[in-house]
């Protein structure tokens, strides 16, 4: 559906690695019937034209104990708006940022070891960016679904 350039076997490839990126190339090339050979030089070809970003590890922060995960909704004077993401860029409890459409503009996602280091970090960041209108923050209570990267 999304995959309209890539022909059929790297749509396999990609399907597979979204389901488990840790396949071994030989396990890869027998599901799409390649050689291992085959498999990587294809996956090196949609890693150098960008369509693989990364391989990661994702962290449940609802598992770790402590760990509060929220996001925030952010309205900012249109002035204000590129100062607001380069402080937010930097700092290391923002996972994600979104420039949006509609009133909010920028949607935020932010981890936090404990409710004490979340009230410090809107204490000592969120409550001092400049050009801010508007500003919510939610707690996300539990992860329901959740898709990385694009839907096949």
């Not at 002035?79 to 860029?89: G, R």
């Not at 909010?104 to 004490?116: C, D, I, K, T």
């Amino acid at each position: 559906m999304f995959l309209s350039g890539l022909d059929e076997t790297d749509r396999q490839i990609v399907e597979a690695l979204i389901r488990n990126a840790r396949i071994s190339y030989s396990d890869l090339g027998e599901l799409v019937g390649l050689s291992r050979v085959a498999v990587k030089s294809r996956i090196d070809a949609l890693e150098k034209r960008g369509i693989i970003e990364e391989y990661t590890t994702i962290i449940n922060p609802q598992k770790l104990s402590g760990a509060v995960s929220c996001y925030f909704e952010i309205e900012t004077e249109p002035s204000s708006l590129k100062t607001v993401t380069d402080i937010l860029e930097k700092d290391e409890m923002v996972t994600q940022i979104y420039l949006v459409s509609g009133r909010s503009r920028l949607h935020v996602h932010a981890v936090a070891a404990s409710q004490e280091e979340l009230e410090s970090f809107l204490e000592q960041t969120m409550h001092r960016l400049p050009g801010v209108r508007d500003m919510s923050c939610n707690i996300i209570l539990s992860r329901v679904k959740d898709i990385k990267g694009l839907r096949l």
